[in-house]
């Protein structure tokens, strides 16, 4: 997985971030401020900088300034649109305002890494290997017929694995706002999900709220 820089003054926000950042798999380091942002990025290596704006010492613009290539997804609570094309103008791979779903975080993070090509394009784990790029799924070898929403719901478990997520998030980053249905619709995904990938001890059930995808990391 990658190596993520977050810079974030407010240091609750900053572990929040970090601990579901190391659920999923990346490995984190947390600074407080501009001039320590700076320090860690001439002194090591990251793959993503997650960078507040409103920052002690250096503000977050900045900071950016002293980027070389490294993708960047600004934080902050400035949500104006200057800032925002600032922020986009200067290069930053995304934007997002506070407050903000830690699930959107982790969504965007994803999405640029994907696009940076740093993030692996297939997910394994024991028999069971998804390809993201072709959205097929294989178990010992051999494909596995998914529709399209047992994919979608497939790749919502794996992008927030070890976090807990309750029917009705599924039901939301899945199905969408506008669904109609209930959350039994979610339990009967999951068990044809479980049955076609073996996966009877790794999709948890999460007593009163949901479901979880258990790796070990």
């Given amino acids: 997985m990658a190596s993520i820089l977050i810079v974030e003054d407010e240091i609750s926000i900053n572990e929040l971030i970090k601990r579901n950042l190391q659920l999923v798999g990346h490995r984190c380091t947390s600074v407080f401020d ?19 704006i409103m920052l002690p010492e250096l503000d977050g613009f900045e900071v950016f300034k002293k980027v070389d290539k490294i993708p960047t997804i600004f934080l902050t609570a400035r949500s104006s649109l200057s800032d925002r094309i600032k922020g986009f103008s200067m290069g930053a791979d995304d934007y997002l305002v506070k407050p903000f779903e830690m699930l959107e975080l982790l969504a965007r993070v994803e999405a640029v890494l994907r696009r940076t090509q740093k993030n692996r394009s297939c997910f394994e784990l024991g028999n069971v290997r998804i390809d993201f790029d072709s959205h097929q799924v294989f178990y010992m070898g051999q494909p596995v017929e998914c529709t399209p929403r047992e994919y979608e719901l497939l790749e919502v478990l794996v992008n927030n694995r070890n976090i807990a997520l309750s029917r009705e998030k599924l039901l939301e980053l ?8 209930d959350t039994r619709t979610v339990d009967v995904h999951i068990q044809k999900l479980r049955k076609k990938l073996g996966w009877d001890d790794v999709i948890k059930t999460v007593y009163k709220l949901g479901y979880r995808l258990e790796v070990n990391q």
Avoid at 34 to 52: C, F, M, N, P, R
Avoid at 174 to 179: E, I, L, P, S, T
């Fill in 34 to 52: 501009g001039k320590a942002a700076v320090s860690e990025i001439q002194d090591h290596t990251y793959d993503l900088i997650i960078l507040d």
């Fill in 174 to 181: 899945v199905w969408g706002y506008d669904y109609e249905g």
